[in-house]
């Protein structure tokens, strides 16, 4: 079964700055892997995914994210942060190939000082 | 239309009520998921439609009853709910049942059971 792992409960940047959000996965083969945000009281929006190809993904919202297979990690950046962007960021992993319950991570909480 | 849409956006009953949280997407998506979210955690699945047949059912208590009228719509019938029930539903769907698209979410229904 697939697990992933967000190590930061919270993370502070100030506007202006850049972002990286961490997500480490557990998963034999290549895996699905998806990166989601949640402003309060509102649902997740798929902000990008990756499934194969080009390692380095382009979201929505300005966002990117970098599969790296040899550390297990699929971390979201953004180079300037607004702070329209703080929200409640989840990676999820799938295992594909017809599993199709992707497993959440916890979250990661980012606070944007002005 | 790319949205899923939930009503209502807030929800309020008491023990003994019965009330129904209802789910709308029209973007031809083949599936469609009932998630539960307490505050700061992760969403949990609960149900999950593929076709308009349930094809997983996560342990939820029989308190909790899906319904998939059409290919568009999805319920969830709620009776006789406990105070820990109270959360955000939220609804998803997805271009086929392997989910490896990403989910589309919708804003979810905040409820209280009191």
């Given at each position: 079964?697939?697990?992933?792992?967000?190590?930061?409960?919270?993370?502070?940047?100030?506007?202006?700055?850049s972002?990286?959000?961490?997500?480490?996965?557990?998963?034999?083969?290549?895996?699905?892997?998806?990166?989601?945000?949640?402003?309060?009281?509102?649902?997740?929006?798929?902000?990008?995914?990756?499934?194969?190809?080009?390692?380095?993904?382009?979201?929505?919202?300005?966002?990117?994210?970098?599969?790296?297979?040899?550390?297990?990690?699929?971390?979201?950046r953004k180079p300037s942060?607004?702070?329209?962007?703080?929200?409640?960021?989840?990676?999820?992993?799938?295992?594909?190939?017809?599993?199709?319950?992707?497993?959440?991570?916890?979250?990661?909480?980012?606070?944007?000082?002005? | 239309?790319?949205?899923?849409?939930?009503?209502?956006?807030?929800?309020?009953?008491?023990?003994?009520?019965?009330?129904?949280?209802?789910?709308?997407?029209?973007?031809?998506?083949?599936?469609?998921?009932?998630?539960?979210?307490?505050?700061?955690?992760?969403?949990?699945?609960?149900?999950?439609?593929?076709?308009?047949?349930?094809?997983?059912?996560?342990?939820?208590?029989?308190?909790?009853?899906?319904?998939?009228?059409?290919?568009?719509?999805?319920?969830?019938?709620?009776?006789?709910?406990?105070?820990?029930?109270?959360?955000?539903?939220?609804?998803?769907?997805?271009?086929?049942?392997?989910?490896?698209?990403?989910?589309?979410?919708?804003?979810?229904?905040?409820?209280?059971?009191?």
């Amino acid at each position: 079964a697939q697990s992933v792992t967000q190590p930061d409960i919270h993370i502070t940047v100030s506007e202006g700055a850049s972002l990286e959000l961490r997500c480490n996965y557990s998963y034999g083969a290549t895996p699905y892997l998806f990166w989601y945000v949640q402003s309060p009281g509102q649902g997740l929006q798929l902000l990008l995914k990756y499934f194969s190809g080009d390692t380095l993904v382009q979201g929505i919202k300005g966002f990117e994210a970098e599969f790296k297979r040899s550390q297990s990690s699929f971390n979201l950046r953004k180079p300037s942060v607004h702070w329209s962007d703080a929200a409640e960021y989840f990676c999820a992993v799938g295992a594909g190939g017809g599993s199709y319950i992707p497993t959440f991570g916890r979250g990661t909480s980012l606070i944007v000082h002005p | 239309d790319t949205e899923v849409t939930q009503t209502p956006k807030h929800l309020v009953m008491g023990m003994t009520n019965k009330k129904s949280l209802k789910c709308e997407q029209h973007m031809g998506h083949r599936a469609m998921y009932w998630y539960k979210q307490k505050a700061k955690k992760p969403p949990e699945l609960m149900f999950v439609y593929s076709y308009e047949k349930l094809s997983i059912n996560e342990s939820v208590p029989s308190r909790f009853s899906p319904e998939c009228p059409n290919s568009s719509l999805l319920n969830l019938h709620l009776h006789a709910l406990q105070p820990e029930d109270s959360a955000l539903y939220l609804c998803a769907s997805s271009q086929d049942s392997a989910g490896n698209y990403g989910y589309t979410f919708g804003s979810g229904t905040r409820l209280t059971v009191v």
